[in-house]
């Protein structure tokens, strides 16, 4: 057995580390890449959403380096996420790959038991009793916190830095590095120097960088290559971005830890323009909008698939909010044609607009 | 009181119980017409770009009667079935309603559940409110709603044609002539016979879509589903048309699904939007209803060639 599984930004980092743990086998993807989704899109259904596209190109890659058995992480509710996993069998068996599927739904809609049993299957190969599954599991969480919270403080503090494109720098040595070792303790170790080194980057305070929140749909607001690195772009220009959907919130989610924890303020916030779930992350895309304009932010960048059910909806309520909040809200469509110049074109445009904001407001307020 | 009942969506499943309520209740009832082009544009200039075609000729109903009424019904409808949702859009439905389309009156916003009539009964005693604060003249409205539904019958069975096709797809693409450009008159005109999910019994509907691996949380992929595995393995129609909306992502996981299922038995997927063209539809129905003709001449020939073979 060989496993492998789909990109989603950061997630390989903790994959890695639970995989070399546990012992067993396995091929990460090349990272997701034009030629993954030129496969992907070719073999997908012409109407799948973008996720679908590029998840196929991961599988295709990583089955060309050996791989046969694919873990994916299930999650129902009324949207496409739950259902991929049987076209996805079906597909790779039509292109003669016969893969097995290793599916992890949350407990909540499959049962405990059943989770358990599929996991099981995984430590089985391994050779090493669940004791040993759980601690390279956890290990693995900790790692993904990690890492979110170092590229959470470097998409911050950007907008800040004095040496211009430091922080950009450390994100990227710090991805480099840490997949470079098959001890996950080192990699920890890695992870937690990075942690320090970002906090210690040299600052300028009183810089007051424009301030925007990356809010939509959560496979294209993680996924950096299908948003066309829009942080990162974002760095660039120096400017400060926020996004809250994260691989470690979307696992405490799928625990049905958040509902409890951190979603609360959330809610609150989107409860006047959406007042229930409808699936997919529309409600936490409206709460973070809001909370977004409540905070100061500078804008928001709404970002999903063509044929994004939930996020249609927000998309329909978001006007409503930037008109209340005197908040500018720009959405992003992605599909596999995103073309880079018109896509960069569209949020320079939107960082102007940001600017010139400021500056009528300053001449306004006196400030 | 005037309470407006939009021609769109699920109407063309329900829309007989939303009338009969509303009756009883007291109402002045007001229908929006039957779909057109005036509702389309409407629709069109009433919605967020993205939506699919449905939802903005749903749009475009609203908008048409929004300023003769009280309050328009513009249903919530969670569930139809336990564990099961319509689509995301359906969930958020009022919402897009009232963030695109500005002046609105009242609407009813409330949740409804309809997977056990006791659900249904909750939801539909507080949409009442909005109307009487009498309890029991909502239950009896209620009562009387939900007998005209049971005996309503939805859906199309043909039995006097020799071909037969299964139409397939959410009832609103299946039912508004307007949205699908009349397929079942021409299919009519061309001599076939049309079949609705709704003449699949229940019982087969379920256990063929059980056969996946994992379970549809979408009521009409199940049925869609479920259906059109019964009639083409047991064919009871000769072939299978699945009217889609453009970027409708439930239709898109079921027609692959159903495709894998079906092999290479006649699968048409015709798309709508709101370009769709009468021409380029026609001619593919017509290529179609050739195809299945053909080949169900071939197979006579081939099991009258096989009968010969064994009595001699
Ligand atoms: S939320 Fe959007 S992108 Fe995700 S599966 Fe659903 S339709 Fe596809
Ligand atoms: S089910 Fe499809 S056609 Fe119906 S509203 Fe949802 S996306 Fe549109």
């Known amino acids: 057995m060989k496993v492998t599984f789909p990109h989603m930004g950061n997630i390989h980092i903790a994959a890695k580390i639970f995989l070399d743990d546990l012992g067993v086998d396995y091929v990460v993807p090349p990272i997701s890449n034009n030629k993954a989704l030129e496969v992907g899109t070719m073999y997908s259904p012409e109407e799948m959403c973008l996720p679908f596209k590029i998840m196929i190109g991961n599988y295709i890659q990583a089955i060309e380096q050996g791989a046969d058995t694919v873990i994916i992480v299930g999650s129902c509710g009324p949207c496409r996420f739950g259902e991929y996993c049987e076209l996805q069998m079906n597909l790779l068996k039509k292109l003669g790959h016969e893969i097995t599927f290793i599916v992890l739904d949350s407990p909540r809609d499959v049962g405990k038991k059943e989770l358990l049993e599929r996991a099981g299957l995984l430590v089985k190969e391994s050779g090493k009793n669940n004791y040993s599954g759980i601690l390279a599991m956890l290990k693995g969480v900790k790692a993904i916190e990690l890492m979110d919270e170092i590229e959470k403080e470097a998409y911050w503090l950007a907008g800040y830095e004095i040496n211009k494109g430091e922080c950009k720098k450390l994100l990227h040595d710090c991805r480099q590095k840490v997949v470079s070792t098959k001890d996950s303790d080192q990699a920890l170790k890695i992870l937690k120097e990075y942690k320090k080194k970002i906090n210690r980057v040299k600052m300028d305070s009183t810089k007051q960088p424009l301030k925007v929140s990356i809010i939509g749909e959560i496979y294209t607001v993680i996924e950096p290559f299908s948003n066309q690195y829009i942080q990162e772009r974002l760095m660039d220009y120096g400017v400060s971005s926020n996004r809250m959907l994260t691989p470690s919130w979307w696992l405490k989610d799928l625990l049905g830890k958040v509902v409890k924890m951190n979603s609360i303020s959330l809610r609150r916030a989107s409860q006047e323009y959406l007042p229930l779930g409808i699936g997919g992350h529309a409600r936490e895309c409206i709460g973070e909008a809001v909370l977004a304009a409540k905070e100061g932010q500078d804008g928001a960048i709404q970002l999903f698939p063509v044929g994004c059910m939930p996020e249609i909806v927000s998309k329909s309520i978001l006007p409503t909010i930037s008109k209340d909040k005197d908040f500018p809200i720009m959405t992003l469509v992605l599909d596999e044609m995103t073309g880079q110049s018109g896509y960069i074109t569209r949020i320079e445009a939107f960082l102007d607009l940001l600017e010139r904001r400021r500056e009528t407001s300053h001449v306004l307020f006196g400030n | ?312």
Request: charged letters at 25%; a negative charge.
């Open chain 2, 1 to 312: 009181m005037k309470v407006g009942i939009p021609k769109g969506l699920l109407y063309w499943k329900y829309g007989i119980f939303a009338e009969i309520f509303f009756t009883e209740l007291g109402c002045e009832v007001i229908v929006s017409g039957d779909t057109n082009s005036e509702i389309l544009n409407l629709g069109i200039e009433n919605s967020v770009d993205e939506a699919c075609v449905p939802i903005k000729v749903f749009h475009g109903h609203v908008a048409s009667i929004k300023d003769q009424c009280d309050l328009v019904v513009i249903p919530r409808i969670m569930r139809l079935t336990d564990r099961e949702f319509i689509c995301p859009k359906f969930c958020g439905l009022p919402e897009m309603i009232k963030n695109s389309i500005p002046n609105m009156p009242d609407i009813t916003e409330e949740e409804i559940n309809a997977y056990h009539e006791k659900a249904l009964y909750k939801s539909m005693i507080q949409i009442g409110k909005k109307v009487t604060k009498d309890r029991r003249k909502i239950q009896k409205a209620f009562e009387k709603a939900m007998e005209a539904y049971q005996t309503s019958s939805c859906g199309i069975h043909d039995e006097k044609y020799e071909s037969k096709i299964a139409l397939l797809g959410h009832p609103y693409n299946v039912q508004d002539p307007f949205l699908n450009m009349n397929v079942v008159n021409k299919l009519h005109h061309l001599g076939v016979g049309v079949m609705t999910e709704e003449f699949a019994p229940k019982k087969e509907v379920n256990e063929y879509a059980n056969q996946l691996f994992k379970k549809f949380f979408w009521t009409f992929a199940r049925h869609c589903y479920g259906a059109g595995a019964y009639f083409a393995e047991n064919r009871k129609v000769d072939g299978i048309i699945y009217l889609s909306a453009f970027a409708c992502g439930i239709d898109s996981v079921v027609i692959e699904l159903l495709k894998d299922r079906v092999g290479d038995f006649p699968f048409l997927v015709l798309k709508m939007d709101e370009q769709t063209g009468q021409g380029g539809f026609d001619t593919r129905i017509e290529a179609f209803v050739d195809m299945i003709e053909r080949r169900k001449e071939c197979e006579g020939n081939f099991s009258s060639y096989g009968e010969h073979s064994y009595s001699s």
